[in-house]
């Protein structure tokens, strides 16, 4: 067996059911805990998203919704929902958007609790996994192990090897629009992605809130063109997608099994949910109580869902798929496109099926339009990529000199972008697998965590609206009041408040 067939092997082993029940199971029982309050507060997940600003020490709500979004709209986004619909079928498309929709429960409660346990460092706030797991787990020597694993996950895997799919995919995008050799494009990419992250996490963020609008925006217009275009086929198109999903389509309807268990996988890869990825950018927000952030940025699996969807409905209305039969050969391939016959050849899929489909609407200009938007996709994830490893590297090295953190943080700069050159060269399936096992491990333990921490994150949630149904419009957190322990930066960052609430009850 060769390499890339254990690399293979080992991913399939740690993304197996008990994963994917892990993780669809937790989500639903924080859709519980929160009384579905992920997808029935979008008003105020809206309001919150627009108010609130920065300080010194933190980033404003908007600023760190859009970074946690870098995060969320990946090539996954793109090149993921065609590996899912090439395994699971049209279906895997619907289960994808399900998953993503219940599993931003999840999103909110890691997010949240990035906001609990984070703490003031360098003159800026750090939190993540790390932090909830060492200070929140109840039998410390659990935590302090889960902690500094998942810190080494996420300081050395998530810049160094999840990067691979993004890098390949630009490569990719590129070769086939413009021809450009991967090599190239590698280099003026890693170029340009330390220029942004040698500027630490205010130069990332001020780069996310310009970016992360103007891709989204521009692909769901990509998307609306190629509708337009092909009208006449959106219904046959979801009744195959719905007809998919459950059992009942002429070619597609045996497929449930593979389309929910890859619609999930891939949802989760997408979005990021439960990974742990997102909660050191969400703990850098300034806000008077963590559920804020934790609500902000479960709204940014929106966008997450939308791309997810755009990508999924361009390739299919446009016939430029094909779907993998459990024997191991093609039971279809999409006549859209003549390359979809030599994508059926190579085994491959990516984001080649979603530029031909745009191809179909806007001759060659649209698979270059979709090669760039991909590079802004993947780009600002890889930036997103770089303060996870960054943060991760500061608790590891928490009770060390700041010097030492800055010097050991300056290396990452540097070995980021090489690592990203290098992928761009390596075969797709081979860079999804890497990064996939790494994400695996970064689940595992941070899903557990998450198990631990329910009871927390619900008393921290039911705290906030109460607050919220009693009057208040800018609910503060007091970790005293509700018997949460080892999150002091909170008593001295809501001091007044919390000093004002004291008067109160005494005079009562």
Not at 235 to 261: C, D, E, R
Request: proline content about 4%; glycine content about 10%; some cysteine.
């Amino acid at each position: 067996m060769d390499i890339a067939s254990i690399i293979m092997t080992i991913d399939n082993l740690l993304w197996a059911t008990p994963l994917i029940a892990l993780t669809f199971g937790l989500a639903v029982a924080y859709c519980i805990v929160m009384k579905f309050g992920n997808v029935t507060k979008m008003k105020l997940q809206w309001n919150l998203l627009t108010h609130g600003s920065s300080s010194e020490e933190g980033l404003s709500a908007f600023e760190t919704f859009c970074s946690v979004a870098a995060y969320r709209v990946a090539v996954g986004n793109i090149g993921g929902v065609m590996v899912a619909i090439m395994y699971g079928g049209p279906g895997a498309v619907f289960w994808m958007i399900v998953t993503a929709l219940v599993t931003s429960a999840i999103a909110y409660a890691e997010n949240s609790l990035g906001q609990i346990y984070k703490v003031r460092m360098d003159g800026q706030y750090r939190g993540g996994p790390y932090f909830y797991m060492e200070k929140g787990i109840p039998w410390k020597p659990l935590g302090k192990f889960m902690a500094v694993c998942f810190a080494l996950f996420a300081s050395i895997g998530v810049p160094f090897l999840v990067t691979g799919p993004s890098a390949n995919n630009i490569a990719m995008a590129f070769e086939n629009s413009f021809g450009a050799p991967r090599w190239a494009v590698g280099i003026v990419i890693a170029i340009l992605l330390f220029l942004v992250i040698s500027g630490g996490v205010r130069r990332i963020a001020k780069f996310s809130t310009i970016i992360v609008p103007f891709m989204t925006i521009g692909y769901l217009i990509v998307t609306i063109v190629v509708l337009v275009t092909h009208a006449s086929n959106i219904g046959p198109t979801l009744s195959m997608i719905f007809g998919s999903a459950f059992n009942s389509h002429a070619i597609f309807g045996g497929m449930i099994g593979g389309a929910f268990s890859y619609g999930v996988k891939r949802a989760v890869n997408s979005s990021g949910s439960g990974f742990g990825e997102t909660p050191p950018s969400a703990a850098a927000a300034e806000t008077p109580h963590p559920a804020n952030q934790g609500l902000v940025n479960a709204f940014s699996v929106y966008i997450d869902v939308a791309v997810c969807a755009c990508s999924g409905i361009m390739a299919l209305v446009t016939n430029c798929f094909n779907v993998l039969g459990a024997d191991g050969s093609f039971m279809y391939i999409g006549t859209g496109s003549e390359l979809m016959q030599q994508q059926a050849d190579t085994m491959t899929a990516g984001v080649v099926w979603v530029q031909e489909a745009a191809n179909t609407s806007i001759p060659a200009i649209g698979g270059m339009i979709i090669a760039i938007a991909l590079t802004c996709f993947a780009y600002s994830t890889c930036i997103a990529y770089y303060y996870e490893g960054e943060s991760g590297i500061a608790y590891l090295l928490r009770n060390s000199s700041e010097k030492n953190r800055k010097i050991v943080i300056w290396g990452i700069r540097i070995i980021m972008p090489i690592f990203f050159f290098i992928w761009t060269m390596v075969t797709a399936s081979t860079a999804w697998a890497i990064s996939e096992i790494m994400f695996a491990l970064m689940s595992w333990f941070n899903l557990i965590a998450l198990l631990f921490l329910l009871p927390t994150v619900k008393k921290v949630y039911d705290d906030f609206m109460k607050q919220r149904k009693a009057g208040i419009k800018n609910p503060y957190f007091n970790p005293e009041k509700l018997g949460i322990k080892n999150c002091d930066v909170w008593m001295d960052i809501n001091k007044e408040q919390i000093a004002e609430g004291a008067a109160e009850a005494l005079e009562k």
